[in-house]
């Protein structure tokens, strides 16, 4: 394995690391969901630092153990995945994290909480809920952890650790 790849590899662990060891404390419910903005703000980090199939791969992996955890509801899938997908792509044809931060929130906020409610949900858990909760909800998670990947962002930046 390159350096290269072993640098991937590592970043992407730490961020799957702090989205779990993270959710028990920033994860509250929201009728069948259990809403995380660490999971945005890992989505953000993932899509800036690695890139969008990594920023998905971390996501999957995130909501598979707060599954296992009892953290999280199988909606973190969707939740995660889809906003973690559009920041990065957001961030690979522009490279503004500003546009990341829009992916996000747009995948996650309106695209996912859309999927969740009209298809994932009924057909997968077999449970329904109120699509403007489900979307207002998303929105606030996805907003909290956006507004704090940005700001880490900067901080790295400023650091010297990053360039943007």
């Not at 930046?157 to 990053?162: D, K, P, S, V």
């Given at each position: 394995?390159?350096k ?29 969901a259990?809403?995380?903005p ?18 998905v ?11 296992a ?7 973190a ?20 994290i ?34 403007s909760?489900l979307?207002l ?6 907003l ?5 990947a ?15």
């Amino acid at each position: 394995m390159s350096k290269v790849q072993t640098r991937l590899v590592a970043q992407a662990v730490v961020l799957v690391a702090i989205g779990v060891a993270l959710a028990p404390l920033t994860s509250f419910p929201v009728g069948i969901a259990k809403v995380n903005p660490t999971q945005h703000f890992v989505n953000v980090l993932g899509a800036v630092l690695l890139g969008p199939w990594w920023a998905v791969a971390n996501a999957a992996i995130i909501g598979a153990i707060r599954n296992a955890l009892g953290v999280g509801t199988p909606l973190a899938f969707p939740g995660g995945m889809i906003g973690a997908f559009l920041s990065g792509y957001a961030y690979r044809y522009t490279r503004n994290i500003f546009a990341a931060a829009a992916g996000e929130v747009v995948g996650t906020g309106i695209i996912a909480a859309l999927f969740s409610g009209l298809i994932f949900a009924p057909v997968v858990m077999n449970k329904t809920m109120a699509l403007s909760v489900l979307v207002l909800s998303f929105l606030l998670s996805t907003l909290i952890g956006t507004i704090v990947a940005l700001i880490a962002l900067r901080g790295l930046q400023a650091a010297g650790i990053i360039e943007l």
